[in-house]
């Protein structure tokens, strides 16, 4: 009887790949690059290899399989150390990081996470970098902080820009937005103040995908406020609305003729084939008329009697 040795080289790349994300990249340079140069290109070729600042990573051979940077301490290295960087989360800014935070260090910069950890001082110039096209290859973007926005004006444009997630903003940041990304396929935004865009409506034709959330609106709604951004995106195909209310007597009698958006939508969105509402409904103390259970049920109906299943339209109640 033969014993047959199994070997890890003998695995076909997908599956060698597949088991070198449970890895560091610490522990997967050091265990495996420099033992051939079939290793060596599947290396080469990761996609996931992260180094966070915070874990002391020193030991690693080379900074240039790195994909992702985490920044949340103070980095000894220049980013220039760092070629192969696509993505970057930054919870940590200093003035020499800012300085050198630009395409010349980062010419592969894809995605950028700015982090509500970050100090506020540093904003506006982060803000500049990305909303003026310093990195044409930036794909997507979350920025946790954008108020105060006094450098709207100094805004050229960045046309890579498909996706983007922000934090509060107002009708003025929303259309500085539209302004300067003329590609925008996808935002998502958070609208915690009555902001309407009065007038200079701003259209931006490659918008497809918006996602706003006012779970903070105050009741009663104001509907009135949301006509100028959809006006500025009239080919969107998928909305999707975030709200909340506490629900006692009174609203439930409000939503009895509520139109739940639909006039301005149809009058908006003419292409649309979408439209998603979730709804966060909590109980005003001492109302107990109704147990939350049958208060979704029929605010469901309700809702469904309304757009009879138009634009895919769908009510989430949690």
């Not at 960087?85 to 395409?103: A, G, K, P, W």
Request: with cysteine; hydrophobic share 40%.
């Amino acid at each position: 009887m033969t014993n047959n040795v199994f070997l890890f080289e003998s695995l076909p790349n997908e599956i060698i790949i597949e088991l070198f994300k449970y890895l560091e990249a610490r522990d997967l340079i050091q265990a495996f690059y420099h033992l051939n140069s079939r290793f060596n290109c599947l290396i080469r070729s990761l996609t996931h290899l992260i180094y966070s600042t915070n874990k002391n990573d020193n030991c690693i051979l080379s900074y240039s399989f790195i994909y992702t940077l985490v920044i949340n301490t103070k980095i000894e290295d220049k980013l220039s150390c760092f070629p192969n960087i696509h993505r970057i989360v930054l919870d940590y800014v200093t003035d020499d990081l800012i300085t050198q935070f630009n395409s010349q260090a980062l010419p592969y910069l894809e995605y950028l996470s700015v982090s509500h950890k970050v100090s506020p001082f540093y904003m506006p110039d982060l803000r500049g970098k990305i909303f003026s096209n310093e990195f044409p290859n930036l794909k997507s973007c979350y920025i946790s902080r954008m108020k105060p926005a006094y450098t709207l004006r100094e805004w050229t444009r960045s046309p890579s820009l498909r996706f983007l997630k922000l934090n509060d903003i107002d009708a003025s940041i929303y259309t500085s937005i539209l302004l300067a990304c003329p590609n925008l396929y996808y935002l998502k935004f958070r609208l915690p103040e009555r902001s309407k865009i009065e007038s200079n409506i701003m259209l931006h034709s490659n918008l497809k995908r918006l996602l706003i959330n006012l779970n903070h609106d105050e009741w009663p709604w104001d509907d009135n406020v949301l006509d100028g951004y959809l006006a500025c995106v009239p080919n969107l195909e998928k909305l999707r609305i975030n709200r909340s209310v506490s629900v006692d007597s009174n609203v439930m009698n409000f939503f009895q003729h509520y139109d739940w958006l639909l006039p301005t939508i149809s009058k908006r969105l003419l292409v649309i084939d979408r439209f998603e509402f979730d709804f966060n409904i909590k109980r005003a103390n001492g109302f107990v008329e109704y147990d939350l259970q049958e208060i979704s049920r029929c605010l469901t109906n309700k809702f469904n009697n309304v757009y009879r299943n138009r634009f895919n339209s769908r009510l989430v109640i949690f």
